[in-house]
């Protein structure tokens, strides 16, 4: 099986950054994305990393460690918009696109 | 290219009805999956269609159903509603490392 662990919530104040942690147990990895979803509204698709180190997306950065099973979300530059959840998922090597989500942080930016 | 849709974006229900959602693909992609979302549970898996064949199940009764169309569209269904069930079904297509989500159907049972 799969299981996931992010903190379940964060505050951070606009302007600064921020970096959400995902550590994960699979018997299998694929791959490990991050998605946002706003309150009343669907995820949407932040990034995927499937091979070690950082990618990087605008303000948006994700690190990962498979030696270390872990992963994270950098936000830099915080702005009131990115008050959201943000979720990491892990795909396992079953060959299918499905992810096992972790249960988000909430990330709450204030002025 | 239109986004994911899903129909109806609210449903209210009384317990022991069945209910079925719909859910309508980016154009193009053959791979369709339904999760449930809940504030205590989070996003959980309920099943994946691939070519109108399902691949891939989550842990979840046999009250959970769902089918896939020839043109990708897709349908889940509940049968006898529980109090429980109520939540935020999403569903989402992929054509590779990337799950388009529509914006849900949220089914709220009494």
């Known amino acids: 099986g799969q299981s996931l662990e992010q903190p379940s919530e964060v505050t951070a104040v606009e302007g600064a950054i921020v970096q959400i942690n995902c550590t994960y147990q699979t018997s299998g990895f694929y791959g490990l994305s991050w998605y946002q979803q706003h309150d009343g509204g669907a995820p949407t698709f932040l990034s995927y990393n499937a091979l070690d180190g950082l990618e990087e997306t605008g303000r948006f950065s994700s690190f990962l460690s498979r030696s270390d099973s872990y992963g994270y979300l950098l936000l830099q530059e915080l702005q009131m918009k990115d008050s959201a959840s943000y979720f990491c998922a892990v795909r396992d090597a079953r060959g299918s696109y499905i992810p096992t989500f972790g249960r988000g942080t909430s990330l709450i930016v204030h002025p | 290219k239109a986004g994911v849709t899903q129909t109806p974006r609210y449903l209210i229900k009384t317990r022991g009805q069945q209910v079925t959602l719909s859910c309508s693909p980016i154009?193009?992609?053959?791979?369709v999956s339904w999760y449930q979302q809940t504030p205590g549970q989070g996003l959980q898996f309920l099943f994946e269609?691939?070519?109108?064949?399902?691949?891939n199940k989550g842990n979840f009764p046999g009250r959970f159903s769902g089918r896939q169309f020839s043109n990708s569209r897709s349908e889940m269904n509940v049968s006898t509603l529980e109090l429980g069930d109520s939540a935020l079904y999403l569903c989402?297509?992929?054509?590779?490392?990337?799950?388009?989500f529509g914006p849900g159907t949220r089914l709220t049972v009494t």
């Open positions: 269609y691939f070519s109108e064949t399902q691949r």
């Open positions: 154009s193009g992609h053959r791979s």
């Open positions: 989402a297509s992929s054509s590779t490392d990337e799950q388009y």
